[in-house]
């Protein structure tokens, strides 16, 4: 006979942390947000440890490689999403992996009999007002010359005139070979008087610019998180249908961990593809999900699972538990995974992190996730808001949206399934839609941290697994809820005092 689990499923919304007494050394500079990304042993340091606890989810609206570099500057981590061949998710680990802090691939490029006019329309679609001039217009192009917004004036010159004209040639053109660091580059910058130094290979190919308001940029991001060769750190979504030729692949790219990416993990395919995974690469971190209770943890866990994330159907695009009625409250789904997970450690030794995906739609939702067990957290919507997200930013008569959908929605044409006989989709289980525009990743993410520290500093704790062991927790009525929303009237401008 069916069987009905204990207990209310129930989601973030319905909780509240308690403060508990804060000490005087308690305060947002001493809180610490690292935490463990991989299964480690009891009391040994995690092989990988994130510096702030955010991920991005496993999707084409989100994880792009320039999401994944923003992020991962900030101490976090992007999964490349998977719904595409195999050889470009590896073309994006790449990108990701050869990114130097400081050391830009040219995006505004032309070639040297190329008008003036081009010049400007090129400028213009870029944003960039400094143009590297190459044999064949491209990037990687031999460098015959520079030329800048301040070398011609469109009044003065004639636009149909070619850019070789106006260009500082190569001959007269500082430049380096590719072996140098980024504060060598920034004493070349600043004794040279330069505002650009072009890097080029032997071949007198174009490598990369470094620009000197760049190197000011780089010290904004002392937590970032890198390798041991200090690559940025990327992570890779994979399936169940074809990871015997994907992982390889992503791991010559240079992946630094896998995921399994799944609505529901708690399956044979899983299991066997983590099986595979960790006899063939048994060095590389391997995570598995999605589950909601701690039965399926333990099965992904004994499985090989490196990490396991939680969460089915609470997702802001989700339509899962419409379509399919699977699922469970988030909040519920997290407390008893982590449960699960704490009894795995007293059992084996092994700590296995979770994480908590979908779902946080408040900045304290993240602090609820963390307090009640969480690791670390995942997040779509959060992402897809950001400048550095691949969704089209679009405006509207109140200001800018990006777009956002969901992996099992039909704009995702979700690539496994289209692979199998190429059926297509039969029914969705996501939504294509819209977010409100955020601005810069770093921006936004500078103030969530910020609230995050506040919330750990009321409950008294400066780390994370301090944070989970002291929290206090209370259920919300209906009413209470309300009172958490300001209720008087709110004025549109701030207050000026007179
Ligand atoms: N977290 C969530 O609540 C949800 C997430 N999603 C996202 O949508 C995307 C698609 O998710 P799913 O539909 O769960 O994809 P999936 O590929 O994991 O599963 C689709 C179906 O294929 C089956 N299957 C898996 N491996 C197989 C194999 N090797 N051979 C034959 N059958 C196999 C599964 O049992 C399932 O019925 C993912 O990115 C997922 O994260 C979608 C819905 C809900
Ligand atoms: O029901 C679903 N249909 C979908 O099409 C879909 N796409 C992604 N996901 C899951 O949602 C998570 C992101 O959720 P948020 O936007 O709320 O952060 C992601 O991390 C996934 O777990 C989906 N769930
Ligand atoms: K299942």
């Not at 976090?76 to 994006?92: K, R, V, W, Y």
């Not at 213009?124 to 192009?141: E, I, M, N, P």
């Not at 499985?303 to 399919?324: E, L, N, P």
């Not at 103030?447 to 002291?470: D, Y």
Request: hydrophobic share 40%.
């Amino acid at each position: 006979m069916a069987q009905v689990v204990a207990g209310v499923s129930r989601t973030f919304n319905e909780y509240l942390l308690l403060p508990n007494r804060t000490g005087v050394g308690c305060a947002p500079e001493a809180v610490d947000l690292r935490t463990p990304l991989v299964r480690h042993r009891e009391g040994a340091e995690s092989a990988i440890e994130l510096g702030s606890p955010f991920t991005s989810a496993i999707m084409q609206a989100v994880s792009s490689p320039d999401l994944a570099i923003a992020l991962a500057r900030n101490g976090g981590l992007s999964f490349l999403h998977h719904n595409c061949p195999i050889d470009e998710q590896a073309a994006d680990v790449r990108k990701v992996k050869n990114f130097k802090a400081g050391f830009v691939t040219s995006d505004t490029n032309v070639r040297p009999q190329d008008t003036l006019q081009h010049l400007v329309d090129v400028m213009r679609h870029t944003g960039h007002g400094t143009a590297a001039v190459t044999h064949d217009g491209s990037a990687g192009g031999r460098l015959l010359g520079l030329v800048t917004s301040r070398d011609f004036h469109p009044h003065r010159h004639d636009l149909d005139a070619p850019v070789a004209d106006r260009m500082t040639a190569i001959a007269d053109l500082p430049r380096s070979g590719s072996d140098l660091t980024l504060s060598e580059a920034n004493s070349r910058l600043w004794e040279e008087r330069l505002d650009c130094l072009p890097v080029v290979d032997a071949n007198g190919h174009l490598r990369s610019l470094v620009f000197r308001s760049d190197y000011e940029d780089n010290k904004r991001y002392p937590n970032q998180l890198v390798d041991l060769d200090k690559r940025l750190r990327v992570g890779a979504g994979v399936n169940t249908y074809d990871y015997e030729e994907r992982i390889p692949a992503l791991l010559d790219a240079g992946a630094d961990v896998l995921c399994f990416d799944s609505s529901d993990g708690y399956s044979d395919w899983q299991a066997q593809a983590l099986t595979w995974a960790k006899k063939h690469y048994p060095e590389i971190p391997v995570g598995g999900g999605n589950v909601v209770d701690g039965e399926a943890f333990d099965f992904l866990a004994e499985a090989g699972a490196d990490f396991i994330k939680v969460g089915v159907g609470g997702g802001s695009i989700c339509i899962t538990r419409d379509q399919k009625g699977i699922g469970r409250g988030q909040a519920s789904a997290v407390l008893d995974v982590a449960a699960a997970r704490d009894a795995f450690r007293e059992r084996t030794g092994e700590y296995v992190p979770i994480c908590s995906d979908g779902g946080l739609v408040h900045d304290y939702h993240m602090a609820l996730a963390l307090a009640m067990g969480s690791d670390f957290v995942m997040m779509g919507r959060y992402f897809a808001r950001f400048d550095q997200a691949p969704g089209a930013k679009l405006p509207t008569k109140d200001g800018f949206v990006k777009e956002y959908w969901g992996e099992g929605s039909n704009r995702a044409r979700n690539w496994q399934r289209y692979g199998q006989g190429g059926q297509g989709l039969i029914f969705e289980e996501g939504v294509d839609g819209y977010v409100p525009y955020a601005g810069d990743l770093s921006d936004g993410l500078t103030v969530t941290i910020a609230k995050i520290k506040a919330t750990m500093v009321s409950c008294g704790a400066t780390t994370l697994p301090e944070f989970q062991a002291t929290a206090r927790l209370t259920l919300v009525s209906e009413q209470s809820f309300q009172e958490n929303h300001a209720s008087v009237a709110v004025r549109d401008t701030p207050a000026v005092a007179v």
